[in-house]
């Protein structure tokens, strides 16, 4: 049942609104704010909202035209702010809205040097814009929210170039808030200014990828009137989404996807042409030869910018998401602990996917919290709530107060041949074979094979978890072309898994519904499978990059070298009676760049091991 807004009294005595709310304090009969349980109630109606297009114009001109660029803006605002009432405002930015384009892709099969993808810059955007993949609209309208769907810079209806989150981009964010803050400039498409007089000056980012990450970028700069972002499988870091530790990695199932091949498949602004030169200056910074983090990377490093952030961060992280790694999850968090940062932080067991389908109600219901808590300044126990939410298994969730797992402490496993826990002698060597996957590797894991080293502990005798980062050391010779090596964590024992989350039967409403704009979508689930093993997660590094990501130093075939890196930040339970494995490999057939066969490792046991974090 609908709140009466002549309740509001009642309701603002009940929650402790602070002073200074305004929206919430407005005269008996008027519009307002209705507050209850610590959230917003549907008040307003969506049918009625009003919707239009503005255009912001930013400080950067990105497509060298002569003139500042401008970021196209949809609204969508309750009536009622045509008449006073004043709302808090919900940006989510995205390249998406207008389509993509089919662009090459880089080879991972390296003849000599990677080659870059040949590109036709295209002729035409590929369609009409629709801003109906934006869902807040539908749930928070009605509870006293504008709602904002920006095209970011090179795409749909606005000006300039798409950078992949470059600084102009960054810009582009940045200005519709200072925008919403009496701060900056808006022109309807009649080229009359706009202001958003119904702004309360208290703004969120939120969105899922590309649209989680451009609220990090803004947060970042630490712009006035961002009050809070919501970051669903976001990039905190670019280096880390297309490299590792200095080698080219790409994202499970995109093989030669690049920072460049991003730009390019989303440019669908009007006379695209004009971005030509801007986007292929990405390909020398981006540097598929070397791999090296420079500065192109370093811009797009927004968890190293962690300080800055004057905006608390609510994210969410999928243990399945090998598109936007774990690393990302864990670089920002660490960098907002450090910085004390307020921040939520929710994993589950889903891959690149968003939470309202993971959780539903209850993801609604706590962005509900946080954004009243962070926009209207309701007294909630949201932040007295523990910071993170885990998904153990589908459907049961866990809460802790920080992640990774405090009680996890560092164990350290010796190699010898065959056995992980135990510090052997002697040297075990493999030969690298790029056409074969690491599922099909880690297949027979008690029988040898040449292209691949295993070692593993004996039956676990209790279960046994893991939380944080695993960090492999290896003193090995490498002899041949490829530059790599590849460590993999693998549980071993039959068992039922997670095997996919993809649409069930049927769907479920979350929100208000109007012709073209539906709150509505598919149920989602959980599907599961026996297996006889599951890779955990795993980690590479270029052997060139022994001492830094930033430098390449050349190695000698033949000579022992040392070489330590980590593999992805992950939570998981080995269960009593199953084996913890440690796969090594070079090539990691669907992430590393593919060099000809034959590269020869020979690893001396005595100086390689495995560092686990483990809870007692």
């Known amino acids: 049942m609908r709140p009466s807004l002549l309740s509001v009294a009642a309701f603002a005595g009940m929650t402790g609104l602070l002073a200074g709310a305004t929206p919430a304090f407005a005269g008996a009969g008027r519009p307002h704010i209705v507050v209850k349980d610590g959230k917003t109630q549907p008040a307003f109606s969506f049918q009625d909202a009003v919707r239009e297009k503005v255009f912001v114009e930013t400080n950067v001109d990105s497509d060298h035209d002569g003139k500042r660029d401008r970021v196209s803006v949809f609204i969508t605002r309750p009536k009622e702010t045509d008449g006073g009432l004043k709302v808090a405002s919900i940006l989510e930015g995205s390249p998406y809205y207008a389509g993509l384009h089919d662009t090459p892709y880089h080879p991972a ?40 769907a920006a095209d970011t810079l090179g795409t749909g209806d606005s000006d300039g170039c798409p950078t992949a989150v470059g600084p102009n981009e960054t810009d582009g964010m940045t200005s519709v808030i200072k925008w919403l803050t009496g701060k900056a400039t808006a022109y309807d498409a009649s080229g009359k200014k706009v202001e958003a007089g119904w702004s309360t000056g208290n703004v969120a980012m939120a969105g899922k990828s590309y649209d989680g990450t451009l609220p990090l970028a803004a947060a970042a700069t630490g712009v006035k009137g961002l ?35 991003h730009a390019k498949v989303v440019l669908s ?61 864990s670089l920002l968090w660490e960098g907002l602990k450090k910085a004390d940062v307020n921040r939520k932080l929710w994993i589950h067991q889903a891959a690149h996917d968003e939470p309202l389908d993971v959780r539903k109600s209850v993801w609604l219901e706590t962005l509900n919290l946080w954004f009243a808590h962070e926009l209207y300044d309701v007294r909630n126990d949201i932040m007295r709530r523990p910071r993170v939410d885990l998904e153990r298994t589908p459907g049961n969730w866990e809460t802790h107060r920080d992640w990774p797992d405090k009680a996890a402490r560092p164990v ?126 795993r980690g590479w590094t270029d052997i060139r990059n022994r001492h830094s990501a930033s430098r390449t130093e050349p190695v000698e075939a033949g000579e022992e070298y040392t070489f330590s890196w980590p593999m992805q930040p992950y939570d998981y339970v080995f269960k009593p009676g199953h084996r913890i494995g440690l796969m090594i490999l070079a090539t990691d057939h669907a992430y590393t760049l593919r060099y000809p066969a034959g590269t020869k490792v020979a690893v001396d046991l005595g100086g390689s091991s495995l560092t686990l974090p483990l809870t007692k």
């Open 109 to 148: 099969d390296v003849t000599d040097y990677p080659r870059l993808a040949a590109w036709n810059v295209p002729t035409a955007p590929p369609g009409p814009t629709s801003y109906t993949r934006v869902y807040y609209d539908n749930y928070f309208v009605s509870r006293g929210y504008a709602v904002l």
């Open 227 to 261: 009050k809070t972002v919501v970051s669903i499988s976001g990039v905190s870091s670019w280096y880390d989404e297309y490299r590792a530790n200095g080698g080219v990695v790409a994202p499970d199932g995109w093989e030669g996807e690049d920072l460049d091949l």
């Open 269 to 329: 602004r009007r006379n695209p042409g004009i971005c030509e030169k801007v986007i292929k200056r990405l390909e020398p910074g981006m540097d598929r030869v070397t791999g090296d983090y420079n500065r192109t990377w370093d811009e797009r490093n927004f968890a190293k910018r962690a300080p800055g952030f004057k905006a608390s961060v609510f994210m969410t992280s999928g243990l399945a998401d090998w598109n936007v790694k774990p690393i990302q999850m």
């Open 412 to 537: 350290k496993l010796g190699l010898s041949t065959g056995v992980l826990g135990e510090r052997g002698h002697g040297t075990d060597t493999l030969v690298d074979d790029p056409s074969r996957t690491a599922e099909n590797l880690a297949a027979n894991e008690d029988k040898p094979d040449p292209n691949r080293l295993m070692y593993l502990t004996p039956k676990l005798t209790k279960a046994t978890k893991l939380s944080g980062t695993a960090r492999v050391k290896v003193r090995a010779s490498v002899d041949g072309r490829s530059p790599y090596l590849s460590a993999l964590l693998v549980d071993y024992g039959t068992d039922e898994r997670v095997s996919g989350f993809a649409p069930t039967s049927g769907t479920w409403c979350y929100g208000d519904s109007i012709p073209g704009d539906q709150g509505c979508r598919a149920n989602r689930g959980y599907s599961t499978a026996v297996t006889p093993f599951k890779i955990v997660t």
